[in-house]
């Protein structure tokens, strides 16, 4: 039988009508305005109601609490059909053809194909679905829940049909667990973890596959099967505790009478101070538990499967013996409360049964109890202290062996034990590295340094003595010639920095990365615990102050880095093995090792990304596309903006987008829901203006990413509200600090409090280094001097770090600022202008609506290799556009920068040198509504005024603004009153009204405002 694609099952998904489905298996009869029916779950007659709210059928039972809207769950449920002989049944009875495709699955058997994913799942730990049901205890009483479910996540982290596997993770009470979101401490989400059904298909940032998906932000939880729930409502006794990886390895075992937690993973026992959730206290008290086993899998000892060089090959390993330990010592410290407990640690021994449901579903099948016989006869003999051999587990009493002993269980005491023990693993790598060294093993299985250790670079010399008895001995003494060639030889130098101190770095394959001594010490002191004889090691440990301190390493050689200068027509972007290099011409990949200069660690990306299609389509308008088009000609000179199918999944991209568009409420509802296409030739005026401020962020984009400093174009990009509010009040949460935080996944930053006093502040620039490309300083305070930023726009520098001498960058060692406001920056000058590039945020995103509510998952954090592989490629287009726009002469005076509208931001910037008081004080003087922007009919527009008399009713109404008083500012305020509101300061002394004239006649001086309205956007 054939395979359903994706886009199959979702158009049989949108085809399937609720309510003749739920009447096609179920019938259903009229009950007042709704239908009843037998629920399916408990079977209680007419307990199902069907009802229709807002247009969409709902089904649910009040007697047990099971409900839902979906036609797929309903069939699955009511049936028992698996989800794939589901979607088969809504196609056939809302004829929809199913064509004929291959399966992706591979070699599956076609029978097999047709059981969902979970029930293979189950199956293979020798589990049903009766096996793993739980009594959900719910707020509308008890209702049977299949804790194991066939289902998916889709792109906003919600639950749908499909058929991967979630796991639902009850308390010991049978309730809900739930944890708080991250962003908000007062919201709780429920619990769960996915199991994917094709891992390879959902890869984190470091390439990794991932198998299983746990919520972000919500702490470990343990997985607590029925039985043992039930155990613990009962207070039923059992002398025996055990703890296992994964859910189903628990369920197996509480199966068959050995009573079960299920741990996420190994690593959630790894770290400092893990500790277990107090179910686990609660069992152990009311039980009476004595013993408590750790359950490991048959390959507990096995090497990584993707060993990578620069990590050591002994970190999974010591990861399970840090669980171990972190295991032990937890249950050690419930003496405190007079609660002593045997801890073991159990291991499979056999390699083609991994985990202990593969033993007890394999060659344990039938036989289970043998587990516990062949347990209890290792225990038996551990406390007799005799050995012999076992044929299915290890065992290994824990309770209070020292952790030298503990490590020895995974060879850790030793390298050459522990390389000896992986040898036919080892060997088939060129090296690997172990501690801080790299090894490989010779043809003759001899292990040995991956880069060979020379006589003139041992830093330690052996002088053999003889006294007057003539016996023999040695002397040891430090070379500190051999020291400083061993760390030339090995990449270790000095550069010099612009405070004429130095630091230490390390040059690997044309890579400088920045160390402390601290790493140069270790590096040799790790090389001389594996090379030397004790005495030697004793000797480097006594002197190691005086002979690896910071002066004495100080001697290395000096290094002067050849770093890539910054190019006008190009940029490159830097991941592991590869780098893109970005220019007009369009994106190229090339291998690393291509590069000939230096470049710095922090500039390679921890990821390998490859280049998709094209993410956004940008075309500006010109005759040749209006005359093809239905566009109206006023849409001439601005940008048309396409999403390919890649850009429509690009979160990042897709917020950009949202925060361009000052229309949005034509398009969305209050709950943000979309009601009208985003339709060019339906709203072109709209969407034209949303393209133009969506294309202005990707090109300021691009300038930042853009290292090189062109005297023409000196600008710091400034992400401001498009909002307008009350002066002294922010909007804030529109998105403008999350494209500082993008900013920081592909530049070396620094980051500044904008809130903090600027002009004071000593130390303002502390965090920047000769390696900072951008400053991100967040949030700036109302009526910041942005005079402060004019020499570092300009590119000169001075940086103070505390305790170090200051030191002055200049030119492209300036890096580029972006900052973020939620109030208008005063000044109009033209320098302060002609060093601000503005892009607008519009309001759609704010506090009651973040972006997390829209896109189902925390930008960054919680993106898998997926979604950083298309924020990668969307970033190199912002790049090659600002190239594509300064190579066409687009945007101000040719400079690639593309500026949309500023008029919001204008009139914000007005209101607030205005001032709420003055504005509101000459509203209603002159009789303007401030909410329709219309005269009333008590206006004195229009109107001579003198002078004298509005200043002593101004002063009269506001007597707080006194002493801020002067003619010279009153004056300023009223032409900027008229420019807020497009109003004319003495139109007749004047036709300029930017340069209002002064009205004096017989003596008086007289203000005329006048209501001729210019075309200022609200």
Same mark, same amino acid.
């Given at each position: 039988m054939s395979h359903i694609s994706k886009e199959t099952a979702d158009e049989i998904k949108r085809a399937a009508d609720l309510f003749k489905t739920i009447d096609t298996i179920t019938t259903l009869k009229k009950s007042g305005k709704d239908y009843a029916g037998e629920c399916p779950m408990c079977h209680k007659d007419r307990g199902l109601k069907v009802s229709k709210v807002k247009g969409e059928y709902l089904f649910k039972c009040f007697s047990c609490d099971y409900g839902g809207n979906s036609a797929i769950k309903y069939v699955m449920d009511a049936t028992g059909k698996t989800y794939p002989e589901a979607l088969r049944y809504l196609a056939d009875l809302f004829n929809i053809t199913i064509p004929e495709e291959p399966h992706r699955d591979r070699g599956l058997k076609a029978s097999a194909r047709e059981v969902s994913f979970k029930n293979r799942q189950l199956e293979q730990s020798g589990l049903t679905v009766k096996d793993v049901r739980a009594m959900e205890n719910t707020d509308n009483g008890i209702k049977s829940l299949n804790v194991f479910e066939a289902a998916t996540l889709n792109e906003m982290g919600q639950i749908v049909d499909g058929d991967d596997m979630i796991i639902r993770y009850l308390d010991l009470e049978g309730r809900q667990v739930q944890y708080k979101v991250k962003e908000d401490n007062k919201k709780l989400r429920d619990f769960y973890r996915v199991r994917w059904q094709f891992p390879e298909s959902h890869q984190l940032k470091d390439g990794s596959i991932c198998k299983y998906k746990t919520p972000y932000g919500a702490s470990v939880q343990l997985y607590i099967p029925e039985t043992l729930r039930e155990m613990y409502k009962n207070s039923r006794e059992t002398k025996r505790l055990f703890f296992t990886e994964g859910e189903k390895k628990a369920e197996k075992m509480c199966k068959h009478g050995m009573p079960a937690f299920g741990m996420p993973g190994?690593?959630?026992?790894?770290?400092?101070?893990?500790?277990?959730? $107090?179910?686990?206290?609660?069992?152990?008290?009311?039980?009476?538990?004595?013993?408590?086993?750790?359950?490991?899998?048959?390959?507990?000892?096995?090497?990584?499967d993707n060993i990578k060089e620069d990590k050591d090959v002994s970190q999974r390993s010591r990861n399970f013996f840090y669980a171990a330990k972190n295991f032990r010592d937890w249950f050690q410290t419930l003496a405190n409360r007079q609660i002593f407990l045997e801890v073991y640690l159990v291991c499979g021994n056999t390699p083609a049964e991994k985990g202990i449901d593969d033993l007890l579903t394999g060659s344990l099948s039938g036989k289970e109890s043998e587990f516990i016989v062949e347990l209890e006869q290792q225990m038996n003999d551990i406390a007799k202290k005799e050995t012999r051999a076992f044929i299915n587990i290890?065992?290994?009493?824990?309770?209070?062996?020292?952790?030298?002993?503990?490590?020895? %269980?995974?060879? &850790?005491? $030793?390298?050459?034990?522990?390389?000896?023990?992986?040898?036919?693993?080892?060997?088939?790598?060129?090296?690997?590295?172990?501690?801080?060294?790299?090894?490989?093993?010779?043809?003759?299985?001899?292990?040995?340094?991956?880069?060979?250790?020379?006589? $003139? #670079?041992?830093?330690?010399?052996?002088?053999?003595?003889?006294?007057?008895?003539?016996?023999? +001995?040695?002397?040891?003494?430090?070379?500190?010639?051999?020291?400083?060639?061993? =760390?030339?030889?090995? @990449?270790? +130098?000095?550069?010099?920095?612009?405070?004429?101190?130095? *630091?230490?770095?390390?040059?690997?394959?044309?890579?400088?990365?920045?160390?402390?001594?601290?790493?140069?010490? *270790?590096?040799?002191?790790?090389?001389?615990?594996?090379?030397?004889?004790?005495?030697?090691?004793?000797?480097?440990?006594?002197?190691?102050?005086?002979?690896?301190?910071?002066?004495?390493?100080?001697? %290395?050689?000096?290094?002067?880095?050849?770093?890539?200068?910054?190019?006008?027509?190009?940029?490159?972007?830097?991941?592991?093995?590869?780098?893109?290099?970005?220019?007009?011409?369009?994106?190229?990949?090339?291998?690393?090792?291509?590069?000939?200069?230096?470049?710095?660690?922090?500039?390679?990306?921890?990821? *390998?990304?490859?280049?998709?299609?094209?993410?956004?389509?940008?075309?500006?308008? *010109?005759?040749? %596309?209006?005359?093809?088009?239905?566009?109206?000609?006023?849409?001439?000179?601005?940008?048309?903006?396409?999403?390919?199918?890649?850009?429509?999944?690009?979160?990042?991209?897709?917020?950009? =987008?949202?925060?361009?568009?000052?229309?949005?409420?034509?398009?969305?509802?209050?709950?943000?829901?979309?009601?009208?296409?985003? $339709?060019?030739?339906?709203?072109? #005026? #709209?969407?034209?203006?949303?393209?133009?401020?969506?294309?202005?962020?990707?090109?300021?984009? @691009?300038?930042?990413?853009?290292? =090189?400093?062109?005297?023409?174009?000196?600008?710091?990009?400034?992400?401001?509200?498009?909002?307008?509010?009350?002066v002294g009040e922010s909007n804030g949460r529109s998105g403008k600090s999350l494209l500082g935080v993008a900013l920081e996944q592909m530049l070396i930053q620094a980051y500044v409090n904008g809130k903090c006093d600027m002009d004071k502040e000593k130390y303002l620039w502390e965090e920047v280094t000769e390696k900072t490309e951008n400053i991100f300083v967040d949030d700036i305070r109302v009526n910041f001097d942005f005079d402060v930023l004019f020499t570092i726009i300009t590119g000169k520098m001075v940086v103070e770090p505390k305790g170090k001498p200051r030191?002055?960058?200049?030119?492209?060692?300036?890096?580029?600022?972006?900052?973020?406001?939620?109030?208008?920056?005063? !000044?109009?000058?033209?320098?302060?202008?002609?060093?601000?590039?503005?892009?607008?945020?519009?309001?759609?995103?704010?506090?009651?609506?973040?972006?997390?509510? &829209?896109?189902?998952?925390?930008?960054?954090?919680?993106?898998?290799?997926?979604?950083?592989?298309?924020?990668?490629?969307?970033?190199? #287009?912002?790049?090659?556009?600002?190239?594509?726009?300064?190579?066409?002469?687009?945007?101000?005076?040719?400079?690639?920068?593309?500026?949309?509208?500023?008029?919001?931001?204008?009139?914000?910037?007005?209101?607030?040198?205005?001032?709420?008081?003055?504005? !509101?004080?000459?509203?209603?003087?002159?009789?303007?509504?401030?909410?329709?922007?219309?005269?009333?009919?008590?206006?004195?527009?229009?109107?001579?005024?003198?002078?004298?008399?509005?200043?002593?009713?101004y002063l009269d109404k506001c007597p707080s603004q006194k002493r801020f008083y002067t003619p010279q500012k009153f004056w300023k305020k009223l032409t900027q009153y008229c420019r807020y509101w497009g109003l004319r300061l003495n139109p007749a002394q004047t036709l300029d009204p930017e340069k209002p004239g002064k009205d004096k006649r017989s003596g008086t001086e007289y203000i005329t405002i006048a209501n001729k309205w210019f075309d200022m956007e609200e």
């Open positions: 190994i690593n959630s026992l790894v770290g400092k101070n893990k500790q277990f959730p $107090d179910n686990v206290l609660k069992v152990i008290e009311r039980c009476g538990v004595q013993e408590v086993f750790l359950v490991l899998d048959s390959d507990f000892r096995e090497l990584s290890e065992l290994y009493k824990i309770s209070s062996i020292p952790d030298l002993q503990l490590m020895q %269980i995974w060879y &850790l005491n $030793d390298r050459k034990d522990f390389c000896e023990f992986h040898i036919e693993a080892l060997k088939k790598l060129p090296k690997f590295k172990y501690g801080g060294n790299m090894w490989r093993f010779n043809e003759q299985n001899e292990m040995e340094l991956a880069q060979p250790l020379y006589d $003139d #670079e041992k830093f330690w010399q052996v002088i053999k003595k003889t006294d007057r008895t003539g016996e023999e +001995y040695e002397l040891y003494n430090f070379d500190y010639v051999n020291m400083l060639k061993f =760390y030339r030889n090995r @990449g270790f +130098y000095r550069i010099h920095t612009h405070n004429n101190d130095f *630091d230490f770095v390390r040059v690997e394959d044309n890579i400088v990365r920045m160390i402390s001594h601290y790493e140069a010490r *270790d590096f040799a002191m790790d090389l001389a615990k594996e090379v030397c004889d004790k005495p030697v090691v004793n000797m480097l440990l006594k002197g190691g102050k005086m002979y690896f301190g910071r002066e004495s390493i100080s001697n %290395i050689d000096y290094y002067y880095p050849n770093l890539l200068k910054p190019n006008r027509d190009s940029e490159n972007i830097f991941f592991k093995t590869k780098y893109w290099e970005i220019s007009a011409a369009g994106i190229n990949e090339k291998p690393m090792k291509l590069i000939e200069e230096n470049v710095w660690h922090e500039q390679l990306k921890e990821f *390998d990304a490859t280049r998709t299609d094209r993410i956004i389509n940008v075309v500006k308008i *010109d005759k040749a %596309i209006l005359e093809k088009s239905s566009l109206p000609a006023s849409l001439m000179g601005k940008y048309l903006v396409g999403f390919s199918t890649f850009g429509e999944k690009c979160d990042f991209a897709r917020f950009l =987008y949202y925060t361009s568009n000052f229309y949005w409420e034509k398009f969305y509802d209050d709950h943000k829901q979309q009601t009208n296409a985003l $339709d060019i030739l339906q709203f072109p #005026e #709209e969407i034209a203006d949303t393209n133009l401020h969506f294309v202005s962020k990707m090109c300021a984009i @691009g300038y930042l990413l853009h290292q =090189y400093r062109d005297k023409s174009c000196e600008k710091a990009i400034v992400g401001m509200d498009g909002k307008l509010s009350e030191f002055t960058l200049s030119g492209s060692e300036v890096p580029k600022i972006y900052l973020t406001t939620n109030h208008a920056i005063n !000044g109009t000058s033209a320098s302060i202008r002609d060093r601000q590039f503005r892009i607008a945020f519009c309001d759609f995103f704010d506090d009651d609506y973040k972006p997390r509510e &829209l896109f189902g998952k925390n930008f960054f954090d919680e993106w898998d290799g997926e979604e950083w592989n298309l924020f990668y490629n969307f970033m190199a #287009e912002c790049l090659e556009l600002y190239f594509i726009a300064r190579e066409n002469g687009w945007g101000i005076n040719g400079t690639g920068l593309i500026q949309a509208s500023t008029e919001r931001l204008e009139r914000r910037q007005l209101k607030q040198e205005i001032g709420e008081l003055f504005l !509101g004080w000459f509203n209603d003087y002159l009789g303007v509504d401030e909410n329709t922007v219309e005269s009333r009919n008590d206006t004195q527009l229009n109107t001579p005024i003198e002078r004298v008399i509005l200043q002593y009713n």
